[in-house]
């Protein structure tokens, strides 16, 4: 008898520890996706969260887990959230100290404006400087007859004299503080100052150099500002009204006002 061929089978499609090894490849890859996506960390959330954990005591209102020997009806009552005031949320504390900044804020630059008034008062000078009150804060306006000569920057000592008293004034508070410099519309010409452009600003300077001079303040509060005629306060049409644009301005910025600046300048 003939031996029957045994016909071998075709082998259809992958064998089957391929189809294993796929999923496992499948599945290390997924997990390191994972990984890679989790090492990627918003700095900014991340803050944030630790900001929260270290202004609340997130979880003083659910009950230890592990029991005390010694319970005490203030942990309790703790536990419970009656006396604990952790249900405001920092947004909420950060928007009262923000209120609070603003409202001491107004209380000093208040009490600076009285205290410039009675000085202004009590020495007759409020036909040459004059102090208001506005958005920006305090405002100080200085002619120039009490500060310096026709066409000059140095101080005169009668300009020195007020120039103190601010100072003192403001060793008492941590405002930021803007001089600006301002001239009528008629030409200058000299060898040190070509322009009105460096006139103004030469007078700015010399008051901020003053007053920081001699009081020991910090610079960094200060700026200054050159606006040569450009600003006017009335007219330049007659004798008096160019008499009253040459003056210099000293602005104690409230906080809005600060930052105002500050965005401006740069």
């Not at 410099?181 to 300077?205: F, K, M, Q």
């Amino acid at each position: 008898m003939k031996r029957r061929k045994i016909k071998s089978s075709k082998n259809s499609g992958a064998p089957k520890w391929m189809t294993t090894y796929s999923d496992m490849i499948t599945l290390i890859l997924v997990f390191f996706i994972l990984l890679f996506s989790m090492s990627q960390i918003d700095m900014a959330k991340f803050d944030a969260i630790s900001e929260s954990f270290q202004n609340r005591m997130l979880f003083d209102f659910y009950p230890s887990p592990v029991p005390m020997e010694n319970p005490t009806q203030s942990s309790s009552h703790k536990e419970n959230g009656e006396t604990s005031n952790e249900f405001e949320t920092p947004t909420d504390l950060t928007e009262i100290n923000d209120r609070d900044d603003i409202q001491n804020q107004e209380d000093t630059l208040q009490t600076l404006m009285e205290d410039i008034g009675n000085y202004l008062d009590e020495h007759d000078l409020n036909n040459v400087i004059s102090a208001d009150r506005t958005e920006r804060g305090v405002v100080l306006v200085l002619q120039e007859l009490i500060l310096f000569d026709p066409g000059q920057a140095e101080l005169l000592p009668s300009g020195e004299h007020f120039l103190a008293e601010i100072g003192s004034f403001l060793t008492e508070i941590p405002h930021e503080v803007k001089v600006e410099g301002h001239t009528d519309n008629r030409p200058i010409s000299s060898y040190r100052y070509p322009s009105n452009w460096e006139l103004s600003g030469a007078r700015a300077s010399s008051v901020v150099r003053y007053l920081v001079e001699g009081n020991d303040l910090d610079q960094s509060r200060f700026s200054i500002a050159g606006y040569s005629d450009i600003d006017p306060l009335v007219p330049n049409t007659n004798p008096e009204n160019m008499s009253q644009n040459r003056r210099v301005e000293i602005l104690i910025l409230d906080q809005d006002a600060a930052e105002t600046e500050e965005g401006d300048s740069r």
